[in-house]
């Protein structure tokens, strides 16, 4: 069976003006997080090569720095994102000796060696999203080289140092549906594209986890039938009123009162979200339930969150409905669709505006969810507010 794999994930350092200090902030974050000398080191020169790239070629270009963890293990992702030229031909870009500045061009051929993985998005005249993992060698054999099925990013507004933005992911390893029975107060909301064609977290296969659960949900897959039954991811994205370190508190509320919840349908997880904001200024959140053995999504959003289901011809608007969590919450609901064959939920705060579209970023659902999350960045983002978006794919 495939591997799902989720990773806690968190964004420590943009570095956009600076981005020669970005080389020494890699290293020690490795170091920081018990990868090795000689590991940290190679983070640093891949750093150090990509952020000469930027400097190099690339219009508006930034990096950023990530700590990403397993129950046991954790490591460091390196983002860089430009509005530069782009790349042509990227496989071409990463062969040694390749270059167009007249340079030995070993920088991405260095990247794709030493990263455990490496993905790169280039639109040619418009820009690039690169993102590269790394592990320490031999600890993490077995998912080293596994993409997230979910991942997110975060921004501050200019000028702060914390984000309001707040996403999280976990998952629900029982069946499918309402544990109790009976059903939920659903609001059918259906795509007729799509229908045509708490703890921490880790890298497992959708067997184990369905050997997990103890029985195999008994609704009727869609074809190709989804790997393993009755796992379910939960999303969450949050987006603290205002901006600056009252809203991140909001923010990391309502992260804490996710991964803590046992709520497994997304109207429940909204009402726990919203009594662990009481007392901060409150926020948007959406909250999205993913059942690939039953092809269905389940949406509950509140505020200011824009949810967006993309399939490979079609994209459907996910409603949220007004109020404030942690302040005004009334009416609830629920909402379905139908899951599109090989696409993408894509969720985001009003920090990135909503022109942005499939047809604009060509290959987009080729790319992991991370590239894909700092593809809608660099397209959509806007730097006078917190930014947050997350993405999950491959999961159907």
Sequence with gaps: MSPLLLLDSEDVAWFRDELTAARGAAAALARRVGLDEQRAAEVALCVSEATGNLTKH???????????????????????????????????????????????????????????????????????????????????????????????????????QVCGDAWAARLDPGGDGDPSGTPPPFRTVRSSAGAEPGPAPSGVSWSALTAAAGRRSTAAAPAPAPPGGGAAVMVMLCDGLGHGPMAALAGAAAVQAFRGSGARMPEEAVQEIHRALRGTRGAAVAVARVEPSTGRLLYCGVGNIAGVLLGAESRTGLVSLPGIVGHQLRG?????????????????????????????????????????????????????????????????
Excluded: C
């Excluded at 700590?67 to 983002?79: D, P, W």
């Excluded at 820009?127 to 054999?141: D, H, I, L, P, Q």
């Design 58 to 160: 690339a219009v508006d270009g930034s990096v950023l720095l990530r700590v990403v963890r397993t129950a046991q293990v954790a490591g460091v992702e390196v983002l860089t994102i430009d509005s530069g030229p782009g790349m042509a031909d990227v496989a071409r870009s990463l062969r040694d000796g390749s270059s167009s500045t007249g340079t030995l061009g070993i920088g991405l051929g260095a990247l794709a060696r030493l990263a455990d993985t490496l993905d790169i998005h280039s639109l040619p005249g418009r820009g690039t999203v690169m993102a590269a993992r790394f592990w320490n060698r031999g600890t993490a054999r077995g998912f080293a080289t596994a993409e997230p099925a979910v991942a997110g990013l975060t921004r501050a507004i200019n000028g702060e």
């Design 332 to 396: 609830l609901r629920t909402f379905e669709q139908t899951l599109p064959p090989g696409g993408a939920l894509v969720m985001h705060s009003d920090g990135l505006t909503d022109r942005w579209s499939t047809d604009i970023l060509p290959g987009l659902l080729h790319h992991s969810p991370l590239v894909a999350a700092g593809q809608l960045l660099r397209t959509a983002g806007i730097r006078h507010d917190d930014a947050g978006v997350v993405v999950a794919k491959g999961l159907w």
